[in-house]
Nanobody, 125 residues
């Protein structure tokens, strides 16, 4: 089992920045990809960014956040981060950290087995 705990959400004005953190524990050596997802009320969960946790650290982003968000990891600490810059009101959502042992680079939430409880991000105009 893998446990994930997010932190770092909050309220910010448009144009501002936030950094989300995700702390992993448990059988983290089984994890190949970790991702950040978001879900606004009444909307489907949307993949934001994913990182390959082993050699290479490849990353992939949704078009809506490319150039503004950066996913990174501190593997010895089992931490994954999401640096969010130039935030827009449409980025307002609950943000979730997720992990998968599948060897598939994907922003499809259904491919992720482990999920955190989420952290709220609110961007005001």
């Amino acid at each position: 089992q893998v446990q994930l705990v997010e932190s770092g959400g909050g309220s910010v004005q448009a144009g501002g920045s936030l950094r989300l953190s995700c702390a992993g524990s448990g059988y983290t050596s089984s994890i190949n990809y970790m991702g950040w997802f978001r879900q606004a009320p009444g909307k489907e969960r949307e993949g934001v960014a994913v990182i390959y946790t082993t050699a290479g650290g490849w990353t992939y982003y949704a078009d809506s956040v490319k150039g503004r968000f950066t996913i990174s990891q501190d593997k010895p600490k089992n931490m994954v981060y999401l640096q969010m810059n130039s935030l827009k009101p449409e980025d307002t959502s609950m943000y979730f950290c997720a992990a998968t042992d599948l060897m598939v680079l994907s922003l499809d939430a259904q491919r992720y087995k482990y999920w955190g409880q989420g952290t709220q991000v609110t961007v005001s105009s």
